[in-house]
Every structure is written in structure tokens, then in C-alpha cells.
């Protein structure tokens, strides 16, 4: 009874959410899943880690594929960019079964997602984040621009022989959220 009231309550947040607090709340399931797959990997419990990548790698991939390109700001690449480093690392992470690189992307994520929750507390609407860039109004919120990334350094490239876990998604396993966020 207590799983499905939860889960009638984080159905209503979704459904009910600002697309500042579905980014927020998709940061959040992203972060969730790597250090779940953390601990798998700790328990060498390899399912389990293949499937909290996947999960992890469909919410980065969902918030790279909603950002606006078109907007005039270098935001969308800068975004894009980390996302791509994200999802390298955790190829790296299934393809090593090391946690480093699961450290890595959750350190990314955590200071974008840090930069959302802060956006989503000031309810600070989709079209303000993008307008703000493009205005010298000392009025534009000044957490609405993303703070500068740190350098990513990835690894070497991984061994194309090296055995992989398969990342496919069957329409059933993945709940595509489409974000625009641009007014």
C-alpha cells in the first residue's frame, strides 16, 4: 500500500511540475542510479549494474536530446558537451567495472543538478534561464546561467574487444520525458 501511494505521489509531481522541477527531478533519478550502480559495482553484482547505468544513460541522454539548440546562447553546447562527458564515463564504467568513472559523472552532474535545485527553488521559469543570457538587465536572476564546467579529462579510449553490457532500451523499460526549455 505504502509503494503505491508513493507512487501515485511522485506521479502527481511530475505531472504537476514546473519543467525547471522535472530537470531537477531528472538530475536527481540520474544521480540516484549511479551510486546505485556505485554499489553494485562494490558488490559485484553486475546486473544490477548494467541496469542502474542504463536507467542512468536514458536520463542523460533524455536531458541532452530536449535542450534548445536554437536559442541564442552557448548554453545548449556548453550542456551538450557535459552530457557527452557523462555518458563516456559511464561507457567507461560498464566497460571497466570501476567506480572512477561513475565518481566522475556523478561530480558533474551533482554541480549541474546543485545549479537546477537552486533554479527550481526560486521558481525561476524555463523562459527566464534562456532570456537571461541574452539581456543586460540587472533584474535577470543571476543563478540562471550555468556555472563554468571543470575541464573533463577522460580516460583512453576503451578497447573496441572489451565485453560491454547491452544499453538497449525496449519502448517498455524507458519513460521518455520531453522537456523544451524555451518558453
Known amino acids: 500500500m505504502y509503494d503505491q501511494a508513493l507512487r501515485e505521489y511522485q506521479q502527481t509531481r511530475i505531472q504537476t511540475g514546473s519543467p525547471v522541477r522535472l530537470v531537477s527531478m531528472l538530475y536527481d533519478g540520474a544521480l540516484r542510479f549511479i551510486a546505485e550502480a556505485r ?17 542512468a544513460t536514458c536520463i542523460v541522454q533524455e536531458l541532452n ?20 562527458y557523462v555518458e563516456y564515463e559511464l561507457v567507461e564504467a560498464t566497460t571497466h567495472n570501476s567506480v572512477d568513472p561513475l565518481d566522475n559523472a556523478t561530480r558533474v552532474l551533482q554541480s549541474l543538478a546543485n545549479a537546477w535545485h537552486q533554479l527550481a527553488e526560486q521558481n525561476v521559469a524555463p523562459a527566464e534561464i534562456s532570456s537571461s543570457e541574452n539581456s543586460s538587465s540587472a533584474s535577470a536572476p543571476s543563478t540562471a546561467t550555468v556555472p563554468p564546467a571543470p575541464a573533463p579529462t577522460p580516460s583512453p579510449e576503451p578497447d573496441p574487444h572489451a565485453g560491454q553490457d547491452s544499453t538497449s532500451n525496449s519502448p517498455d523499460e524507458a519513460r521518455h520525458v520531453s522537456l523544451s526549455l524555451s518558453a
Not at 536530446?65 to 557527452?84: C, F, G, K, T
Request: hydrophobic fraction near 40%; charge should be negative.
Open 39 to 55: 554499489a553494485a559495482i562494490e558488490a559485484r553484482d553486475i546486473p544490477t549494474r548494467a541496469d542502474r547505468i542504463r536507467r
Open 65 to 84: 536530446n530536449a535542450l534548445e539548440h536554437s536559442v541564442d546562447s552557448d548554453i545548449p553546447q556548453r550542456l551538450a558537451a557535459l552530457y557527452d
